[in-house]
């Protein structure tokens, strides 16, 4: 996946179906093994759509909202990734005040 992610032709395609998936989580587990994957997604790649539909799993998905990872929350965790995205690409909003 890290090649994939890496690679420039792929990763427009890739980044709505990582996101989407962790939108979507079926599971904790699931939720969790995400949380790699939308780390490494380049900032260049998200768009507003992506960053509203990220904001807006915990409180549409109990398996986002309620899960966590070594002990912090999953929500927690994907906001200082949105952080990180934000300072990287100051062109983006994102929202501070998550509902969770």
């Not at 599971?27 to 998200?46: F, K, Q």
């Not at 799993?57 to 906001?79: F, H, T, W």
Request: net charge negative; hydrophobic share 35%; charged share 30%.
């Amino acid at each position: 996946m890290d090649t994939l992610i890496g690679r420039r032709e792929l990763a427009d395609r890739m980044t709505p179906s990582i996101v989407r998936r962790y939108a979507r989580s079926f599971s904790y587990d699931n939720t969790r093994e995400m949380i790699p994957l939308l780390e490494r997604m380049p900032a260049e790649r998200w768009t507003p759509e992506l960053i509203d539909e990220v904001e807006k799993a915990p409180s549409e998905n109990d398996q986002v909202r309620q899960c966590n990872l070594e002990g912090e929350g999953i929500p927690e965790l994907v906001k200082h990734i949105l952080a990180k995205v934000a300072i990287s690409n100051p062109g983006l909003t994102i929202d501070d005040d998550i509902p969770f």
